[in-house]
T-cell receptor
Framework: EAQVTQNPRYLITVTGKKLTVTCSQN?????MSWYRQDPGLGLRQIYY???????DKGDVPEGYKVSRKEKRNFPLILESPSPNQTSLYFC?????????FGPGTRLTVT | DQQVKQNSPSLSVQEGRISILNCDYT??????FLWYKKYPAEGPTFLIS?????DKNEDGRFTVFLNKSAKHLSLHIVPSQPGDSAVYFC?????????????FGQGTILTVHP
């Protein structure tokens, strides 16, 4: 069964405390992406990766880092989270055109 | 600068009738368009797509129309069912050097009443 796994699903943290949201896929897609969803703003792309060791910025990359050391995993790193990074985050592996979203991670930064 | 816009935040339709969701874009480099559906507490799911070389694509009850000259696309759902109630996002891709970069609209909440 095709699966996209994100961990954690819910996280409440404090400003400045580094955190990592993991994403794993079993669909063997070369392409993976991270989005955040905010009310009234829809889905905005943070970073994407076209293959192992190849990443590029999306529309809102500030305050985030990513790495792609293996095909199945694409972690999102917040080195020093701030309250404006409170959001719903989605990982999305897929092709260059069609992407398949994970279940989401609800992050709250206080 | 919102390059993909869904100007209707919500739409209410009676079961069995047609639902029409609209999307406008400004970037003439976009050449592939997608619609996603999202239920609460779930990730968006891919619904239907269309390439800029076509003006219509159909999949069961769902049809997407593309008007390139107007930079407008629409999603038609016929007949609408209560299970179609969800948030619908349109998205666009420019291909080429923007390979992999999807730009989404703000979403439209569709409510289908029994």
């Amino acid at each position: 069964e095709a699966q996209v796994t994100q961990n954690p699903r819910y996280l409440i943290t404090v400003t400045g405390k580094k955190l990592t949201v993991t994403c794993s896929q079993n669909m063997n897609h070369e392409y993976m992406s991270w989005y955040r969803q905010d009310p009234g703003l829809g889905l905005r792309q943070i970073y994407y990766s076209m293959n192992v060791e190849v990443t590029d910025k999306g529309d809102v990359p500030e305050g985030y880092k990513v790495s792609r050391k293996e095909k199945r995993n694409f972690p999102l790193i917040l080195e020093s989270p701030s309250p404006n990074q409170t959001s719903l985050y989605f990982c999305a592996p897929g092709t260059e055109y069609e992407q398949y979203f994970g279940p989401g991670t609800r992050l709250t930064v206080t | 600068d919102q390059q993909v816009k869904q100007n209707s935040p919500s739409l209410s339709v009676q079961e069995g009738r047609i639902s029409i969701l609209n999307c406008d874009y400004t970037n003439s480099m976009f050449d592939y368009f997608l619609w996603y559906k999202k239920y609460p507490a779930e990730g968006p799911t891919f619904l239907i797509s269309i390439s800029s070389i076509k003006d219509k694509n159909e999949d069961g009850r769902f049809t997407v129309f593309l008007n390139k000259s107007a930079k407008h696309l629409s999603l038609h759902i016929v007949p609408s069912q209560p299970g179609d109630s969800a948030v619908y996002f349109c998205a666009a891709n420019a291909g080429g050097t923007s390979y992999g970069k999807l730009t989404f609209g703000q979403g439209t909440i569709l409510t289908v009443h029994p």
